[in-house]
């Protein structure tokens, strides 16, 4: 079962703000939105998480909104390095078995054009 | 300091062959897993590991796969009798603690298994 959904590919002019959205609408409340994306020929990487609240870190800020049901990952400034799959992952607090099993979609290759 | 390394970073061996993986933690992580990916798709679980025990294996395909961390630092993941669908990206990853909110899993650059 696929809990989140994304656009296949995204293009981004080198930098404006890249926004890649999510849908997660069977999201329930325990439930974290998480982003990792994945630079060609390298593994996964963590960017940001987020429960309910808006977040923002030094890699991009995620805004989740209000009924939970979507998110939107926001790089803003994007640059050539951003280029990679971007992969919006939804994970339960639950404690047990298979919460922490990281469930990867397809994700959204993200292309920043000079 | 050092992150997540993976050896070897290309296997190419043939069908029925036995093959070894290794993964290398970042130092103090206790938790330890393992990922497949193939081409095209995202990184799908195997197995993971607290400390030296797999805390969860449902993840392997089939017996054909093993995977060992006997000092709960180094693991193994072993492929016996390999097939040619077993060719893909062999990820590894470890967290500071267990699983679960705020442990962020960081992941080695993968080791591409090719079966001929």
């Known amino acids: 079962d696929a809990k989140t959904t994304q656009p296949p590919s995204m293009d981004c002019a080198e930098g404006r703000a890249a926004n890649l959205p999510c849908n997660h609408s069977?999201?329930?409340?325990?439930?974290?939105v998480y982003w990792y994306r994945q630079i060609h020929s390298q593994g996964p990487q963590y960017i940001i998480h987020?429960?309910?609240n808006n977040e923002t870190n030094e890699m991009a800020s995620l805004i989740i909104t209000e009924d939970r049901k979507s998110s939107t990952l926001i790089l803003p400034h994007a640059t050539l390095r951003d280029t990679a799959v971007y992969y919006c992952?939804?994970?339960?607090?639950?404690?047990?078995?298979?919460?922490?099993?990281?469930?990867f979609g397809k994700g959204t290759k993200l292309s920043v054009i000079p | 300091g050092a992150g997540v390394s993976q050896t070897p970073s290309n296997k190419v061996t043939e069908k029925g062959k036995y093959v070894e993986l290794r993964c290398d933690p970042i130092?103090?992580?206790?938790?330890l897993y393992w990922y497949r990916q193939s081409l095209g798709q995202g990184p799908e679980f195997l197995i993971y590991?607290?400390?030296?025990?797999?805390?969860?294996d449902s993840g392997l395909p089939n017996d054909r796969f093993f995977a060992v961390r006997p000092e709960g630092s180094v693991s193994t993941l072993k492929i016996q009798r390999t097939e040619r669908g077993d060719s893909a990206v062999y990820l590894c990853?470890?967290?500071?603690?267990?699983?679960?909110?705020?442990?962020?899993?960081?992941f080695g650059p993968g080791t591409r298994l090719t079966v001929l």
């Open positions: 987020g429960l309910k």
């Open positions: 130092s103090g992580h206790t938790a």
């Open positions: 990853a470890s967290s500071l603690r267990g699983p679960g909110i705020g442990n962020e899993q960081f």
């Open positions: 069977t999201i329930s409340g325990n439930e974290y």
């Open positions: 590991f607290q400390g030296t025990g797999a805390a969860d």
């Open positions: 992952i939804v994970l339960s607090s639950y404690s047990g078995a298979g919460s922490y099993q990281l469930t």
